[in-house]
């Protein structure tokens, strides 16, 4: 505040006529002026103000002259009226053209015309070396049914390619404008800077809107609302480029301070009513984009967006006028009034910017087969938007972060806080790509209850069920890491933050031995590979199948739907039911008078039958068989059957070896034994 308070105070200039002593004199003698530094305080003005007028001397401000220290809009109100007179000299600077070469003696004969020339020459050679492109080299070929990546990256090519042709011809032609004559080889400088950053600025616009290629077009623009924007915003650059060496050729010429205000403030003025008519007619096209990228039920938050976001640039464009206006007044600083100017750029640049990564993104990924980089592609444009846009400005408004010098408040405050904010930014990126990869890679386990029959994969990896808690250790390590950088970067002494750590740790050691004894615990039996996500387990005295794993406490989901949280530390003995195989056995009883020989061969049949089932048959390790009679009662005779399968639906394995022992039995007539006819019901 301290500073932009002194790039405001203004270069005052003061009268000051001669003392008492010399005006009884009939020749009046010319005014002193001074021109204070603008690092001179109001106070330090007063100071010096006292001690002429201590020593004789009269001081009377210019009539229009601005007073340091009097209010903003006064300033601002004196400057305009001071600057307003001279607007009739406009007329006079061809004139002053003329004067300033015959000051050289030269003379701007063929100047414009090869200017001109070199102009049209430059945008003929790129217009053509982005057509021949294709023609002569196929891969470079934008044709309908490419994947946006490949159509946006051929587009690029030739954009670049054209625009390299155009730079490289105009500043070597730009170099032989001119060689006698100083002013001249300065202003086609100027020109054909402007000419530069101007294709710079149309090729980035031709590169989102794309109104000749849909298929390479990163925005969710339809094909006529990105030919009315190419029109619109085109036609500003081409008018913002001309401004700013008209400007620059105003003060070369001779122009004074109160000319080139007059010439600036009416074409920033022109420039301002122009962006505002521009926003207003483009808030249909942009609204139907920003609605669209938001799929088909966009957020009650784009909605709003969609619906004023013309009026927000509006006002940001009346803000930047404003801003641009005041600190070229006060200030008389261009740079100041090109950083305000700026602003605005840099906003709209970083909303194009953004909304072509959100589309170009999400029709990448759906011809990729992994996903997991997506958030780290995000998260890394938007560090490169953020922060570039943030030195771009800084620098513009004078601080620069990138190197600030020994002292100063970019060196003392900007570039730390800066450094600190890339740092979280860093830290948060890589999270995002080693979290991304960690979870695309994690199981998933469906929200709901699964059926019992379902075939659930049971046997997950030990990798798979490391993942989450390895997920976690690497997030809290790296934000730790990050913040203690940060820290550092701010100048804090991290040394004693980390003494103190140790000691809570230790503290909390002692503490909380259960906590501990969960964690050591927990981590033996990950160790030991005990269980994993999806295997069905017994504790003793809980179980269930595993669902979830922390680094205290083990959660299980019972077959009939509980969830069961186990400390690791409560837990004495795991029984896993969901390792490698399973033996099923169970009983049956047939009639006394069966033929065994038989039962065993239809068992046997249907056993190996079972193996050939298409859904069930990969399931089973050793077949269904008969192992003989276990027990004989006075009316059945006991025997026992089993078989070795996949431990991934036992039970529903069971049912179905029942059913068919069910029908295979009543088709070779083997009966199932029938209780006595005295035996009583049990309660």
Partial sequence: MVRWLKLCLPLSLLLLPLGAALAATTESKPAIVLQLPPSMSADDVRQLLSGLESKGATVTPQPGAVVAGEPVVRQIWTRLRQAAPKLPELRALPERWRATLAAERQSDEGFWPKLVGLLAGSLLLEWAIRRALPALVPRLRVEP???????????????????????????????????????????????????????????????????????????????????????????????????????????????????????????ALVATLYKIAMFFHLRAPVAAAILVAGGDHPSRARRTAAATWHWFFIALTLVVFVLALTQYIIGNNTEAGAAAAALQAVIVGMALAWAAKQRFIAEYARHAPHHWWRPVVNHAVDMIVFFGGFVWLARLWGYDLLEPGADGFAATTLRPIFRALVTLAVAWLVWSAIGGFLKERAPRH????????????????????????????????????????????????????????????????????????????????????????????????????????????????????????????????VTNSSRDWAIIKFNLHIAPDSDLELVRKTIKQLGLSLLEDPEIGGDFIQPLKMQGVVDVTQGAIMIRCKFTARPIRPSFLRRQALRDIIQHFGAAGIAFATPPANASNPL
């Avoid at 008018?239 to 109160?258: E, Q, S």
């Avoid at 969960?518 to 999806?534: E, T, W």
């Fill in 446 to 573: 469906a929200g709901g209850p699964v059926e019992e029959d379902a075939a659930v994969e049971t046997g997950m990896t030990r990798l798979a069920t490391l993942l989450p808690l390895i997920r976690n250790t690497l997030a809290i390590a790296i934000f730790f890491l990050g913040a203690m950088i940060a820290l550092g970067d701010l100048g804090v002494d991290i040394g004693p933050l980390l003494a103190g750590a140790g000691v809570v740790g230790i503290a909390l050691g002692f503490g909380a031995q259960a906590l501990v004894r969960d964690v050591i615990a927990g981590l033996f039996f990950l160790i030991d590979d005990a269980f994993r996500f999806g295997e069905y387990i017994d504790t003793g005295r809980l179980k269930g199948t595993v669902e979830a794993i922390s680094i205290r406490s083990l959660r299980l989901r019972h077959q009939n739907g509980q969830v069961h949280t186990i400390p690791f530390g409560q837990i004495q003995a």
């Fill in 145 to 267: 049914g490419l994947p946006l990546h490949r159509a946006f990256l051929r587009h690029f090519i030739s954009l670049a390619l054209g625009l390299a042709g155009f730079t490289i011809v105009l500043r070597l032609g730009g170099g032989l404008l001119g060689q006698n004559s100083p002013f001249l080889t300065a202003t086609a400088t100027q020109i054909v800077d402007s000419a530069v950053r101007w294709r710079l600025a149309a090729a980035f616009l031709l590169l989102l809107v794309a109104p000749a290629l849909p298929v390479a077009r990163p925005l969710h623009v339809d094909d006529a609302g990105a030919l009315s924007t190419w029109r619109w915003v085109s036609l500003y650059l081409i008018y913002a480029a001309a401004l700013v060496p008209a400007v620059w050729l105003v003060g070369r010429i001779g122009g004074d301070a109160d000319l080139a205000l007059d010439l600036t403030l009416g074409l």
